[in-house]
């Protein structure tokens, strides 16, 4: 008799979330230092490896990411939540891809987040452009809105330098401003927009 094959688990969930980190300086084995981003530190069903350095290198991971997941399960829904310079990343994502359906983003401390209310972020500083011209934080430059029909919630805490640069050094260095966020995407719900200013500091 011929065993009948077990079916296979399917890897649709519904709802599929990704986790972009930050800015990260790590040392190897050898203590040399590197910028490898493994986004671990933000819960997600796909945490987005890539140099924290280059921004753009974030994008095309998201990019790579979401494309092999909706290959699979194009019915499902997809939130991505990207902390600090992978809210930059994710970013430039969204920017490029803003009448994708079926997903939304969170930013949390975004440096390409745009004035009102507070300050624009570290992107907006008048040597972001030549910073990112020269290779450094590539993709980093400028701020911006461009959305299009794409869900965002864009969080910035208002002692926070990253996403309010006009709040200055402070709260990011002294108070851990900048790490008081609820970087967990299933707390969201899917489909959120707008802008949140909280008042910490």
């Known amino acids: 008799m011929i065993g009948v094959a077990p079916a296979s688990a399917s890897p649709c969930k519904g709802l599929w979330t990704m986790g972009v980190g930050g800015f990260q300086i790590s040392t190897d084995a050898l203590g040399i230092p590197n910028f490898a981003q493994t986004s671990s530190y933000v819960p997600s069903d796909q945490p ?21 997941y909706r290959a699979q399960c194009p019915e499902d829904l997809v939130q991505i939540l990207g902390h600090s310079g992978g809210a930059a990343a994710a970013h430039v994502w969204v920017s490029a891809h803003r009448y994708e359906q079926g997903v939304s983003v969170i930013l949390a401390s975004d440096p390409k987040r745009v ?37 965002v919630l864009d969080i910035c ?7 309010n640069r006009a709040a200055g050094v402070h709260g990011y260095l002294v108070t851990g401003v900048h790490g008081k966020y609820n970087l967990n995407p299933w707390s969201y719900p899917f489909g959120i927009s707008g802008k949140w200013y909280q008042e910490i500091y």
């Open 157 to 163: 805490n208002a002692g926070d330098w990253v996403c």
């Open 48 to 68: 987005v490896g890539y140099n924290s350095m280059d921004i753009n290198a974030g994008a095309r991971e998201i990019e790579r990411l979401y494309r092999n």
């Open 115 to 151: 004035a009102g209310p507070g300050g624009s972020g570290l992107a907006g500083h008048p040597l972001a452009g030549p910073v990112a011209f020269v290779g450094v934080f590539a993709g980093a430059a400028g701020t911006d809105a461009n959305f299009g029909t794409v869900p």
